[in-house]
């Protein structure tokens, strides 16, 4: 067997490789957000906007790649485009089915009402925002963080300490509570962590995500993960129990959002050990 050299066995742990991914990622994506403001600058603000989303999401993307084919020396399948309408078909419908089961939940209980619809228009800054958070964060957090933690870790060990991590990630946000993060963790965490363990491609859970984000704050014009209001084509009033609207944090924080994706995520998961998707930890295998 082949001895590695203590310089190999740092770069080569876990740690390090999640460490140098997320600054590469990082830093490209900010440095190209930055150079394409100032020469977007005259644009209107909107379509600037969404030219700079387009971007952010490209070179997060093409980073990735570039880093990982480089420094793991392999094809990077997990954004292949084998499968990709499949994907990305799928996980949109399934993004909008849960988003729309939970706003469901909130008109049946007398707390949704629509007070006007907004012209189209009206839906490209929640669009720009749900695509570039849904390609950027999936990236850093499942492409990152949970792939590289399983391979060494195994699948559920991994899939438990990213999903703590991503609802951990977003106690900072306005409006936000221990219960909020702990739904962000057990809906989004889970579901996106195993929507990736499924599919073994980052299309799927991107979709998935895109879909929640934009049907929550484009179209039914709810506060995401308590940031502030954007425009959305239906302008709504949400009101009722914070068990059940989520509160100030929005949907997210309900009891029947956390429902209905630990369902997904259970259906998942069980195709996943149906088809021999569940990697065993490091130690397992040796």
């Known amino acids: 067997m082949e001895t590695l050299t203590t310089k190999q066995k740092i770069f080569n742990f876990p740690i390090t490789k999640i460490v140098l991914a997320l600054i590469a990622c990082l ?12 020469l977007l600058i005259s644009l209107d603000k909107d ?4 030219i700079k989303g387009l971007i952010v999401s490209a070179l ?17 399948t997990e954004l292949s485009t084998n499968n990709l ?3 990305l078909l799928l996980g949109t419908l ?9 706003i469901l939940v909130i008109y049946v209980n007398g707390g949704f009402s629509i007070i ?6 009206f839906i490209i800054i929640p669009l720009t925002i749900a695509f570039t958070v849904a390609i950027l964060e999936e990236i850093l957090i ?38 909020s993060a702990l739904c962000i963790a057990v809906e989004a965490g889970l579901l996106l962590g195993t929507a990736f363990m499924y ?13 929640w984000n934009f049907m929550q704050s484009g179209i039914f014009g709810a506060v995401t993960s308590g940031n502030k209001k954007t425009n959305s084509l239906l302008v709504s009033k949400i009101q009722g129990s914070e068990w059940t609207t989520g509160g100030e944090f929005g949907p997210e924080g309900t009891i029947q959002a956390m429902l209905f994706c630990v369902i997904a995520t259970l259906i998942l998961l069980y195709l996943s050990r149906k088809e021999n998707k569940i990697i065993m930890p490091y130690w397992k295998k040796h």
């Open 27 to 38: 830093l490209v994506v900010n440095i190209g957000q930055q150079i394409a403001g100032k």
């Open 47 to 50: 379509y600037r906007n969404l």
């Open 60 to 76: 997060a993307i093409t980073t990735y790649v570039l880093f990982f084919s480089q420094y793991e020396k392999r094809k990077i």
């Open 85 to 87: 309408a499949k994907n």
């Open 94 to 102: 399934i993004g909008v089915l849960l988003q729309s089961l939970t």
């Open 116 to 121: 006007s619809v907004n012209p189209v228009s």
């Open 142 to 179: 499942r492409g990152i963080i949970f792939r590289i933690l399983e391979e060494k870790l195994g699948s559920y060990i991994a899939l438990l300490l990213s999903a703590v991590l991503f609802g951990a990630l977003h106690l900072p946000n306005e409006n936000s509570t221990f219960l």
């Open 199 to 211: 599919s073994r491609n980052l299309w799927f859970p991107i979709a998935i995500h895109f879909a």
